[in-house]
């Protein structure tokens, strides 16, 4: 502590004058405690009372009072004249900056841009999500989906309700994409942010580099948003090639299975399965939709749980 006050002193004597720091010191010899009134007129300057506060030169007794902080240390420096030349004092300072950027600033997490690259896996569930995507639009591929899942999925319409086998279809799609945003696909775009918010911190555009960014700059900001990209697009594949395949299977179910049966719906009230409930949303969509949400949610608190 006693280094560093030193240092501060030195700093204040270089930029402001040893006569500046006797005016000080002939205060507090006046004056325990002193305030800006107390000065005679253009006796010491805005800038080497500002300093002095700074520094730690004086010390904050109340809203309004400074008292010196070591009058016979301070002292030694004015009787002795022990001040450091001006490299060494643009030295230390250069060093505090340095300690400071090296203990003061969040150290940035490892991260690894070819985790975001498409995988074998990655390929697959995305050509699976497009063709799911697809399949939707073309009746003949709509039918033959509904086909090939039509033979293990019968067994529900047998065994429960429609409004059962929505609620249990529902709530294994949101199973599966909670599987696949945090088994399957871990990489965090979090860390990622951290590093291109470092990157502009300094930039006064809203998204960008500052106008002195060099050209590694650049390119590592241009790897870094194309890796989040693909980070966030790839377990979109894997949860559409679950989702759009089932979402399929119950719009063909509804008009088969889901006939003269009609669900109530608290404020909406009754309605066919098939039927519009809200604008273009159906009765079963809608209860698709509403029971995912919260099997989603359920599975996410269970999952803190355990």
């Known amino acids: 502590m006693k280094k560093d006050f030193e240092k501060n ?81 643009q030295e230390d300072i250069q060093e505090d900056i340095q300690e400071e950027d090296t203990y003061g600033k969040e150290q940035l997490p490892e991260i690894n841009l070819s985790n975001a690259k498409w995988a074998t896996k990655d390929k697959i569930f995305g050509l699976l999500g497009l063709f799911g995507v697809i399949s939707y639009a073309i009746e003949p591929l709509r039918e ?39 088994k399957i696909y871990t990489t965090s775009t979090r860390d990622m942010l951290k590093h291109i918010k470092s990157l502009t911190k300094d930039s006064d555009k809203k998204f960008g580099l500052p106008d002195d960014a060099t050209e590694e700059e650049e390119n590592e900001l241009m790897a870094l948003q194309a890796a989040i990209m693909k980070s966030q697009i790839k377990p979109f594949g894997a949860i559409l090639s679950a989702t759009i395949p089932v979402l399929i299977w119950l719009s063909v179910t509804v008009n088969v299975v889901g006939v003269g049966e009609t669900a109530k719906f608290p404020i909406l009230g009754e309605s066919a399965w098939s039927s519009s409930l809200i604008g273009p949303i159906s009765a079963w969509l809608f209860w698709y939709i509403l029971t995912s949400m919260i099997s989603s949610q359920l599975f996410k608190k269970l999952r803190k749980l355990f």
């Open 144 to 182: 033959g989906v509904y086909v090939v899942l039509n033979i293990p999925l019968q067994y529900l319409t047998h065994l429960f309700p429609f409004y059962m086998v929505i609620l249990i279809l529902a709530s294994l799609t949101s199973i599966w994409a909670i599987i696949v945003q945090q």
């Open 9 to 89: 002193i030195e700093k204040y004597i270089n930029e402001v004058g040893i006569s500046e720091l006797t005016t000080i010191i002939n205060l507090s010899d006046k004056h325990t405690h002193f305030s800006w009134s107390d000065l005679d007129d253009n006796s010491l300057s805005v800038k080497a009372w500002g300093l002095a506060i700074e520094y730690e030169v004086i010390e904050e007794v109340n809203k309004r009072q400074y008292e010196i902080s070591d009058k016979e240390l301070i002292k030694s420096f004015v009787n002795t004249g022990e001040v450091e030349s001006q490299e060494d004092i």
